[in-house]
T-cell receptor, first 114, second 117 residues
Framework: DQQVKQNSPSLSVQEGRISILNCDYT??????FLWYKKYPAEGPTFLIS?????DKNEDGRFTVFLNKSAKHLSLHIVPSQPGDSAVYFC?????????????FGKGTHLIIQP | NAGVTQTPKFRILKIGQSMTLQCTQD?????MYWYRQDPGMGLKLIYY???????DKGEVPNGYNVSRSTTEDFPLRLELAAPSQTSVYFC????????????????FGQGTRLTVV
């Protein structure tokens, strides 16, 4: 039972345009969300996070939006650059839950076309 | 400026063999984690540790063991390797735990690609 779902395995966007990556979750106890970026043969690197008390967090070209009622978050990258081509993982944590650590989605492979 | 270091990067094991995946971090983080990532899947938590001498099971602990004798090191042991353990293994660390309710991030190593044949 996937608690964090990234329904688009891949996404292709033209350089300079906006990339929107989506993530849905089923566990209403999740209260902290993170996006990680992963290049081939490397470990995931942290990109941006958002707490459930907020609905938006910005960091440069990256903005994460959280819609708690819909259990949905999205990552916007504007403008998209060739170096943004990578796999993006959505992750969530439940501060009142059992095991420490993060629950990850399957990832979305973002391809930036020149 | 090493962060989280994993060794080896690649390994091929025969069924029934054992091995230890090494993980060390130099950020003085209390929390450490082991994840595995199967093709086309997200990362799944195997074991985690909240400090030296304390370990606990994650989502997929069967077939693995861990120990945490120092803050820096968190080795993952496979005793009887099985083909189902073919995966990429990531070690991670964080300053505080996610159960604390405080915002944090986990820093990941580069991964160990393990194939069991």
């Amino acid at each position: 039972d996937q608690q964090v779902k990234q329904n688009s395995p891949s996404l292709s966007v033209q350089e300079g345009r906006i990339s929107i990556l989506n993530c849905d979750y089923t566990n209403s106890m999740f209260d902290y969300f993170l996006w990680y970026k992963k290049y081939p043969a490397e470990g995931p690197t942290f990109l941006i996070s958002i707490s459930s008390i907020k609905d938006k967090n910005e960091d440069g070209r990256f903005t994460v939006f959280l819609n708690k009622s819909a259990k949905h978050l999205s990552l916007h990258i504007v403008p998209s650059q060739p170096g943004d081509s990578a796999v993006y993982f959505c992750a969530a944590s439940d501060s009142g839950g059992g095991a420490d650590g993060l629950t990850f989605g399957k990832g979305t492979h973002l391809i930036i076309q020149p | 400026n090493a962060g989280v270091t994993q060794t080896p990067k690649f390994r091929i094991l025969k069924i029934g063999q054992s091995m230890t995946l090494q993980c060390t971090q130099d950020m003085n983080h209390n929390y450490m984690y082991w994840y595995r990532q199967d093709p086309g899947m997200g990362l799944k938590l195997i074991y985690y540790s909240v400090g030296a001498g304390i370990t606990d099971k994650g989502e997929v602990p069967n077939g693995y063991n861990v120990s945490r004798s120092t803050t820096e090191d968190f080795p993952l042991r496979l005793e009887l390797a099985a083909p189902s353990q073919t995966s990429v293994y990531f070690c991670a660390s964080s300053y505080i735990g996610f159960l604390s309710g405080a915002n944090t991030e986990a820093f990941f190593g580069q991964g160990t690609r393990l194939t069991v044949v």
